[in-house]
């Protein structure tokens, strides 16, 4: 509440300032008050992400210098683009296990000759933001599988037998047999309770777990992530 009216009253002054003939004393003041609500708004907001993430990782570490997490280790279909680039990564431990989280986004570069000038512009073009997450299994499998969302014109990929899961995914893997055997009728029923998101998964053999929820938007949904690691372990 305090932020808010902070915000409301710096926003009341400044249009005070402005209507009386400008006053630049009233709209710095303003200004002021407006900007140290945001702040406040901000470091509050950063909180309570920090005391989400504190809630299910153990052993924290932000923005590390170094990152486990490669977007480029997956088969994970993604919009065509020029470059990828990572933000807001957190390190962890998640039930004694490595695990890092962290916003993508892709970008296309498009060049346009300008008519007035006759000179190239690049035009940078966001084509895709998406919260990732990396855990690392403690076991092995026998091949690698990836789960993603099935459009109208995808041809219809490996059948697993859960009718709902196949007409909402599509999945692709080294091996068939050994990827049902992986998906078994009790793990599709889990991935299907967890479907409100709209998201990708890359199971290497390895035992790394790559979790893209394209449609993630709020750190408070951090338990939709572990809940999708719980599927798989063990």
């Known amino acids: 509440m305090g932020k808010r009216l902070l915000s409301i009253l710096g926003l009341l002054i400044v249009i005070v300032g402005i209507v009386f003939g400008g006053n630049l004393v009233l709209v710095i003041i303003g200004c002021v008050i407006l900007g140290l609500g945001q702040i406040i708004k901000d470091k509050e907001d950063n909180g309570l992400n920090m005391n989400v993430v504190h809630e299910f990782f153990e052993d924290v570490k932000m923005n590390p210098d170094t990152h486990i997490l490669n977007v480029s280790d997956t088969n994970i279909p993604l919009p065509k683009h020029d470059y990828c680039s990572g933000s807001g990564y957190v390190q962890g431990k998640y039930k004694g296990l490595d695990v890092e989280f962290c916003t993508i986004k892709l970008t296309d570069v498009t060049e346009v000759l300008r008519d007035e000038t006759g000179l190239w512009e690049k035009n940078e073009n966001t084509v895709y933001t998406g919260e990732w997450m990396l855990y690392k299994l403690d076991c092995k499998f026998k091949t690698w599988l990836t789960i993603y969302p099935r459009s109208l014109l995808d041809k219809q990929s490996i059948k697993t037998g859960n009718e709902a899961f196949d007409k909402k995914f599509n999945l692709t893997c080294g091996d068939e047999k050994l990827a049902l055997e992986i998906l ?11 479907s409100n998101h709209k998201f990708s998964i890359n199971l290497n053999e390895d035992g790394r777990l790559y979790i893209a929820a394209h449609s993630f938007k709020n750190m408070n949904d951090l338990k939709w992530f572990v809940d999708m690691i719980d599927v798989f372990r063990g």
């Not at 078994?184 to 967890?194: F, G, S, V």
Request: proline share 0%; net charge neutral; no cysteine.
């Open 184 to 194: 078994d009728a009790n793990r599709l029923e889990r991935i299907m309770a967890l």
